[in-house]
């Protein structure tokens, strides 16, 4: 199984595929399912800026994409030394995150910080209400 510092390395390593001509702002994330596959996302931004996607939502849209759905790790690395999931990603995360699921906000590989869905976005909305 992949280790953490791993997943860190290969979000420090693809963060300078982030789209950002706007903000010059480089976000990467990268996921590991239950299974123990690896998807990556950066940030890709637009002329038209709102259509900005976040390197969070992409990586897990690719994941879902392949037909995954849980995840163990989500690890985002940013330009700032800490860069937390925005708002909205918090709420895309919620919908995928397990009480297992690790949120890793990682300044490098030996600098990180670990939290569930529920630390990051307490009483949340979420699948659970619509039952
Ligand atoms: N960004 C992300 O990719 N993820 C976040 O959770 C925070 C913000 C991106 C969006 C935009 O391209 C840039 O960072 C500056 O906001």
Redesign the pocket.
Known sequence: MIEVKELIKRALEIKVR?Y?P??N???A?VVMTRSGKVFEG????NASYSP?????RNALSTAITDGEREFLYIV?S?DSDY????GV?RQFIREFADDYTRIIVAKDCDNYKTYTIDELLPNSFSKKDLK
Not at 42 to 45: G, K, L
Not at 52 to 56: K, Q
Not at 83 to 86: A, E, G, L
């Open positions: 982030a950002a706007y903000s702002f480089h976000v994330c950066v940030n890709v931004e900005t996607l976040c390197a969070e985002i940013g860069t937390y999931p925005c990603c």
